[in-house]
C-alpha cells in the first residue's frame, strides 16, 4: 500500500498536439533534465493504438522522489495541449485542479476558464523565427509551470539532445517559454468547478 | 487473468547502450511502425533513476495485439546492446531463448554462445560514411530479426523522423542492418543452456 507521501510525490504531465509538432522530443528533455540531472525517478511513455488515430499525438513524463511502479500518466497534474483534438479529447485526464496549458496560435475552443493559453506557435514563428520550435518554447513554459525541473538542467539537456548548429534557437526558444511563464499567475487562475478531491 | 494468448502474443525488445548512440531515436521509430502504420498496440518507454548510471542508456519497446496493461518489459524477446556495459546489465532481462544482438564494433566479452553478432558502428561508418547512424542500422537489423514489423513501414516511419536531408542516408543504414540480419540462421542458433520455461 501506499504512503500518503507517496502518492502526492507522483507528478504526470502529458504533452499532446499532432504528430510533427515535437511532443516526444520535448517529452525526451523533459524526462532527461528531471532524471539524469536533477536525479528524480521519472518514467517517459509514448503508447499507440487505435484509439491513438485522428490528429493526437502524446507523449508522457512521470515523476516521483520514489521508484514509479506504473509508468502511464493515471490522473494528470499537467496537460499541454498544441491543438484543438488533444485539448478536447484529454482535458477530462486532468486533476481537478491541474494545469490546462494551450497553444492559444492553434487551440480556439477552450474547455474550461481555468486554463493558461500562450500562443507558443506564434511566439516561435515570427520571434524565433521557426515554427518548428514551438515545442522549445512550450517546454520552456512548463519546465517553469511545473515547477519540477531545475531550469537550467532543463536546457543542459535540451542542449544535450538537439541536432548541432541549432542549439542557439533553441535555447532562445526555451527562455521565451520560461519568459512567458513567469507572467501566469497561477495562484490566481479560476478553481475547478467540480473538484471535491481537491483539497490537501 | 489474462489468457494463454495474450501472454505469448507480448512481444518486448530493450535497445540499450550508451546515451549519444541514438537508442531512444531508434526505439520510438520501431514503435512508430508497428503502432501508427502497422496498426498494433505499442508501449514505448525511457525510465531513468538512480539505477540508470553508468554508461548505459535503454529504451523499450512492448508490442501487443491487444491493449498493453504493463508498458515496461519484464522478460525481453530481444535485447540489443550497444556497449559492452549495457550487455553485462542487461543480459539476465532476457528470456531463456530470447534474441541478443550485440555491436561487435564495440562489446568484445559475450556472456553466452547464443548471440548475435553485426558491426554496427563498423558498417556505419565505413560503409554509410557517418558512424552516427549505427542505430540505424541495428533498427534494419531488429526489424527483421524481430519479424513484429513490416520494413516498409520501418522505413516509412523511419522518414517521417530524421531530419530533412538526412533521409538517403538513414534509408541507407536501415537496408544495410536489415541485408545483415537476412545472412544470420536464427533457428540454428545455440539453445540457451538454462531454459526450463522455453519449450511452449
Same mark, same amino acid.
Given at each position: 500500500?501506499?504512503t500518503q507521501r507517496e502518492?502526492?510525490?507522483?507528478?504526470?504531465?502529458?504533452?499532446?498536439?499532432?504528430?510533427?509538432?515535437?511532443?516526444?522530443?520535448?517529452?525526451?528533455?523533459?524526462?532527461?533534465?528531471?532524471?539524469?540531472?536533477?536525479?528524480?525517478?521519472?518514467?517517459?511513455?509514448?503508447?499507440?493504438?487505435?484509439?491513438?488515430?485522428?490528429?493526437?499525438?502524446?507523449?508522457?513524463?512521470?515523476?516521483?522522489?520514489?521508484?514509479?511502479?506504473?509508468?502511464?500518466?493515471?490522473?494528470?497534474?499537467?496537460?499541454?495541449?498544441? +491543438?484543438?483534438?488533444?485539448?478536447?479529447?484529454?482535458?477530462?485526464?486532468?486533476?481537478?485542479?491541474?494545469?490546462?496549458?494551450?497553444?492559444?496560435?492553434?487551440?480556439?475552443?477552450?474547455?474550461?476558464?481555468?486554463?493558461?493559453? $500562450?500562443?507558443?506557435?506564434?511566439?516561435?514563428?515570427?520571434?524565433?523565427?521557426?515554427?518548428?520550435?514551438?515545442?522549445?518554447?512550450?517546454?520552456?513554459? $512548463?519546465?517553469?509551470?511545473?515547477?519540477?525541473?531545475?531550469?537550467? +538542467?532543463?536546457?543542459?539537456?535540451?542542449?544535450?539532445?538537439?541536432?548541432?548548429?541549432?542549439?542557439?534557437? +533553441?535555447?532562445?526558444?526555451?527562455?521565451?517559454? $520560461?519568459?512567458?511563464?513567469?507572467?501566469?499567475?497561477?495562484?490566481?487562475?479560476?478553481?475547478?468547478?467540480?473538484?471535491?478531491e481537491e483539497e490537501l
Open positions: 500500500m501506499k502518492k502526492h510525490d507522483r507528478y504526470e504531465v502529458r504533452f499532446s498536439g499532432s504528430g510533427g509538432q515535437g511532443l516526444i522530443t520535448a517529452a525526451v528533455v523533459f524526462a532527461e533534465a528531471v532524471g539524469v540531472y536533477d536525479g528524480k525517478h521519472v518514467c517517459q511513455t509514448q503508447s499507440y493504438g487505435p484509439e491513438a488515430r485522428g490528429g493526437k499525438s502524446k507523449a508522457e513524463v512521470v515523476i516521483s522522489d520514489y521508484p514509479i511502479d506504473y509508468p502511464k500518466a493515471l490522473e494528470l497534474d499537467l496537460l499541454l495541449a498544441m +491543438n484543438q483534438a488533444a485539448c478536447d479529447a484529454y482535458f477530462f485526464d486532468l486533476k481537478a485542479n491541474g494545469l490546462l496549458v494551450v497553444d492559444s496560435t492553434l487551440v480556439e475552443q477552450y474547455p474550461t476558464s481555468r486554463i493558461i493559453s $500562450i500562443p507558443f506557435t506564434q511566439i516561435a514563428k515570427e520571434e524565433i523565427g521557426r515554427e518548428l520550435v514551438a515545442n522549445m518554447v512550450a517546454l520552456g513554459a $512548463i519546465g517553469l509551470l511545473s515547477g519540477r525541473v531545475d531550469l537550467a +538542467n532543463l536546457e543542459t539537456a535540451l542542449l544535450a539532445r538537439v541536432p548541432k548548429g541549432t542549439e542557439e534557437m +533553441n535555447s532562445k526558444a526555451l527562455r521565451r517559454g $520560461i519568459e512567458e511563464a513567469k507572467k501566469i499567475d497561477v495562484q490566481n487562475l479560476p478553481r475547478a468547478v467540480m473538484s471535491e
